[in-house]
């Protein structure tokens, strides 16, 4: 069981509550649920009733039901193409990381998996073409949702961005893009400090995997709360080296030497350091590692 933390306060017309939402499917298909509420939200703006009954996955393939009133028939039409094309979707997508796949059975128990997942807990899928699927007119190659998701074989290929940290256009004209230190990138020196084009798409995994941009795909290693990040950057700078694969920001995971290694540089102004101190102490989070995913 997964849980979509606090759905109020992204779908806010669909009438659901400060309760997490409770969904009987893996992880990697949070992409295409989001996508089928945004759409759903977009519609019950206009007013009406909507009631999530259950989301799960049945016979390898994503099923949504719900509830809808007081809408005209053609909004209820498009929830419900919405709905179908989220079924659609989730046979292109790995139900447990997110990344391409495809469907397979293990010992008759349909499931889309990708070519990594294809061999593990449930044993060895074998491909296999539902033959619901082959009068379908959805064709994935030419959906952006599904297009831009990496094969396994891609995703292992691709440079790896650590320390990335999200950036966006304070006026809201140009796409985010990311920041990090860079490993295995076509044009940055490894360790070294960049940022990437605009992003394309983003894995919906908490904490993301990978990201791909204008350019090319990317690979996402640790991020860390602002402050701590911040702190880390600089520290980094003023040690004059790019970053070894393997060590984190800084050269450590003691924020007090990084603090007392900026105090005595000299190079920045106390006052900064106390704002990023101050800020450190009241930060929250803690680093996040690729992987960690909230389950029941």
Known sequence: MRLIIRPNDRYPHLGLDRRPLAIACGEGW???????????????????SFTVLEVMEKKGVLHMHYAIAQIAPDARRAIDDA???????????CEVCGRRGRLHTFGGLPKVVCSEHADGELGKGVPFEDPLNAPDPYFPDVDPFIAARPTVTEFDAAPIIEGWLIEEDSEGGRRPWLYGWFFSE?????????????????????????????TRLYRLGMCYPPAEREIRYWAQKLSRR?????????????????????????????????????????????VQEVGKVRTT
């Open 30 to 48: 949070l992409g295409i649920l989001h996508a089928f509420f945004t759409e759903a939200d977009k519609v019950m703006a206009a007013g009406g």
């Open 242 to 286: 790019p970053v070894p694969y393997g060590e984190p920001p800084g050269g450590s995971d003691d924020i007090e030497a990084m603090l007392a290694f900026l105090r005595s540089s000299g190079r920045l102004r106390s006052t900064k350091i106390d704002r990023l101190e101050q800020a450190y102490r009241e930060e929250p989070g803690h």
């Open 83 to 93: 709905s179908r094309l989220a079924a659609a979707r989730s046979f292109h997508i």
């Open 186 to 214: 076509p044009v940055t020196r490894d360790g070294e400090h960049g940022h990437t084009s605009p992003i394309v798409q983003m894995d919906d995994m908490v904490p993301p995997r990978w990201v791909r941009t204008d």
